[in-house]
């Protein structure tokens, strides 16, 4: 059974026009997490919730933003994608503790065309 | 900045042969945790290692967690083409959030 769903799987996306990406989780985790990951390279963590409190990375662009509405989702908007932002996105989860093993999701690949 | 570094960033192994990447933090880790991504795929937890100087194995997997618990290590034996894809390892200084290393990307020559 799926416990991090990410959709869409591929989303393409004209430069500059908005995106969001959706997580959802089913495991009841506190810690949800947004990375991006391009290609051979270590996923890179944008954002996390540590349930209702965002921790943003001190160099996630502005044009990233997040909301997570309730302990099962999570979103990730992209404001105006440019074409250094075509990647895969992941989203993860950890029970309590940022410390805590992650569940990722299956990934959001986006194209900025 | 990257906390954790991970060597070497790839390894070209003979399908049989054994291999170990290494794990290196300038910072003692409350735990240490190693991820799988096979190509195409998303991260995947392989194990956590806690204590000073613990090993533990899963089949032919041998993790260790050094005495100081700023270093950490997974050796393969009897390397299999199911074995391919990207070794990630994680670190935890104290409280503080998982600091991902650059992984090893092995590749199997049968």
């Known amino acids: 059974d799926a416990m991090v769903i990410q959709n869409p799987r591929y989303q393409v996306t004209q430069f500059g026009k908005p995106v969001t990406l959706s997580c959802s989780q089913t495991?009841?985790?506190?810690?949800m997490y947004w990375y991006q990951q391009k290609s051979s390279q270590a996923p890179k963590l944008l954002f996390h919730?540590?349930?209702?409190?965002?921790?943003n990375e001190a160099d996630t662009p502005d044009n990233f933003q997040s909301r997570r509405p309730n302990t099962s989702f999570c979103f990730l908007d992209i404001r105006s994608p440019g074409l250094g932002d075509a990647a895969m996105y992941l989203c993860?989860?950890?029970?309590?503790?940022?410390?805590?093993?992650?569940?990722f999701g299956p990934g959001t690949r986006l194209t900025v065309l | 900045g990257q906390q954790v570094m991970q060597i070497p960033q790839y390894q070209h192994v003979q399908e049989g042969e054994d291999f170990t990447t290494y794990c290196n933090s300038s910072?003692?880790?409350?735990?240490i945790q190693w991820y799988k991504q096979r190509p195409g795929g998303h991260p995947v937890f392989l194990i956590q290692?806690?204590?000073?100087?613990e090993v533990k194995k899963q089949k032919r997997l041998t993790f260790q967690f050094g005495e100081a618990k700023k270093n950490s290590s997974l050796h393969i034996t009897a390397t299999q083409t199911t074995d391919v894809g990207t070794y990630f390892c994680?670190?935890?200084?104290?409280?503080?959030?998982?600091?991902f290393g650059a992984g090893t990307t092995v590749t199997v020559r049968a």
């Open positions: 993860a989860t950890s029970r309590v503790r940022v410390t805590d093993t992650q569940y």
């Open positions: 495991l009841n985790h506190n810690v």
């Open positions: 919730y540590y349930d209702k409190d965002f921790n």
């Open positions: 910072t003692t880790l409350s735990n």
């Open positions: 290692l806690v204590k000073s100087g």
């Open positions: 994680a670190g935890a200084p104290g409280d503080y959030k998982l600091s």
